[in-house]
C-alpha cells in the first residue's frame, strides 16, 4: 500500500504558476504509474497529467497540454505538478493517485485547493 500527502496548492493570480508535490509513503513508490487529478465544484473530477513508473512517458488533458509538467523523484518518493500560466478555470482541488499496473487508481491523497483569480 501506499499513502500520499499532496502540498503547495494556494491562491494566485491569473498568469502565475505553483508546484504541487505529492508526497508518497512507502519503499514501493517506483512500482506505481501516477496521476493528478481536479474537480471543481460542480464538476466531475478530471484526470489532469499522469507518468509512468520510471518517468520515461507521461500525458496530459488537453486543456493543460503546454502549461503544466508532471515529473517524478523516485528517490525522494516524490510526484510534482508544475503548473504555469495557471487560469481560472484551473480552480479546483488536486489529487494525486497511485496506481498499480494493470490496476485502477486505487491509493488517493487528501487534495490540495488551487484557486486562480482573474
Known amino acids: 500500500q501506499v499513502q500520499l500527502v499532496e502540498s503547495g496548492g494556494g491562491l494566485v493570480q491569473a498568469g502565475d504558476s505553483l508546484r504541487l508535490s505529492c508526497a508518497a509513503s512507502g519503499r514501493t513508490f517506483s512500482r506505481y504509474i501516477m496521476g493528478w487529478f481536479r474537480q471543481a465544484p460542480g464538476k466531475e473530477r478530471e484526470v489532469v497529467a499522469t507518468i509512468a513508473r520510471s518517468g520515461s512517458s507521461t500525458s496530459y488533458a488537453d486543456s493543460v497540454k503546454g502549461r503544466f509538467t508532471i515529473s517524478r523523484e523516485n528517490a525522494k518518493n516524490t510526484v510534482y505538478l508544475q503548473m504555469n500560466s495557471l487560469k481560472p478555470d484551473d480552480t479546483a482541488v488536486y489529487y494525486c493517485?497511485?496506481?498499480?499496473?494493470?490496476?485502477?487508481?486505487?491509493?488517493w491523497g487528501q487534495g490540495t485547493q488551487v484557486t486562480v483569480s482573474s
Open positions: 493517485a497511485a496506481r498499480a499496473l494493470r490496476e485502477s487508481y486505487d491509493y
